[in-house]
């Protein structure tokens, strides 16, 4: 058996690690690729049935070689890495307040959510390393300087302009 299904972001990650972990072939397809083929061969009605169908025949007509089998390994980490991207993107959108912030509560607040979000960061990162150690993977990845740890935080009594990054090596 071979299954066949669009990427739809978060909806598929499920579908995809369960197809994973029970060794199910499948083949993973990008929506846009989906619409162009559909539109090609003059198929544009749009219901469940006909994108089944139309997804069936498309891995049929062009080919499409199904994915690897992966581990859980492998999908802890995407979650782990999405989860971090959500967080810098939290980062920069608290220091782009703070830089704007003139109640000292509301910067003591965006202070604090910073050193939390940098916290949470870190956390993931160590999370990640241990997993990518674990598969042998992190040795080929990381760079000589990557010996050490490096933390920081902003220090509440610094000025906005002047971040202040305390580093510890760990």
Known sequence: MLVAFEATGAYHRGLERHLSLAELRFIKVNPKQTRRFVQA???LAKTDTVDAKMLARMGIVLDLAPQ???GEDVHDLRELLTARRA???DQITAKTRLATALNSLIREQLHRCINDII????TLDAVMAQI???RGTLEKRTLPFNDYSRNWQVNRDDDVDRHARTWTSG
């Open 119 to 122: 916290a949470a960061i870190h």
């Open 132 to 134: 990518a150690k674990q």
């Open 87 to 89: 967080l810098v993107k």
């Open 41 to 43: 061969i003059g198929r």
């Open 68 to 70: 690897g089998v992966q």
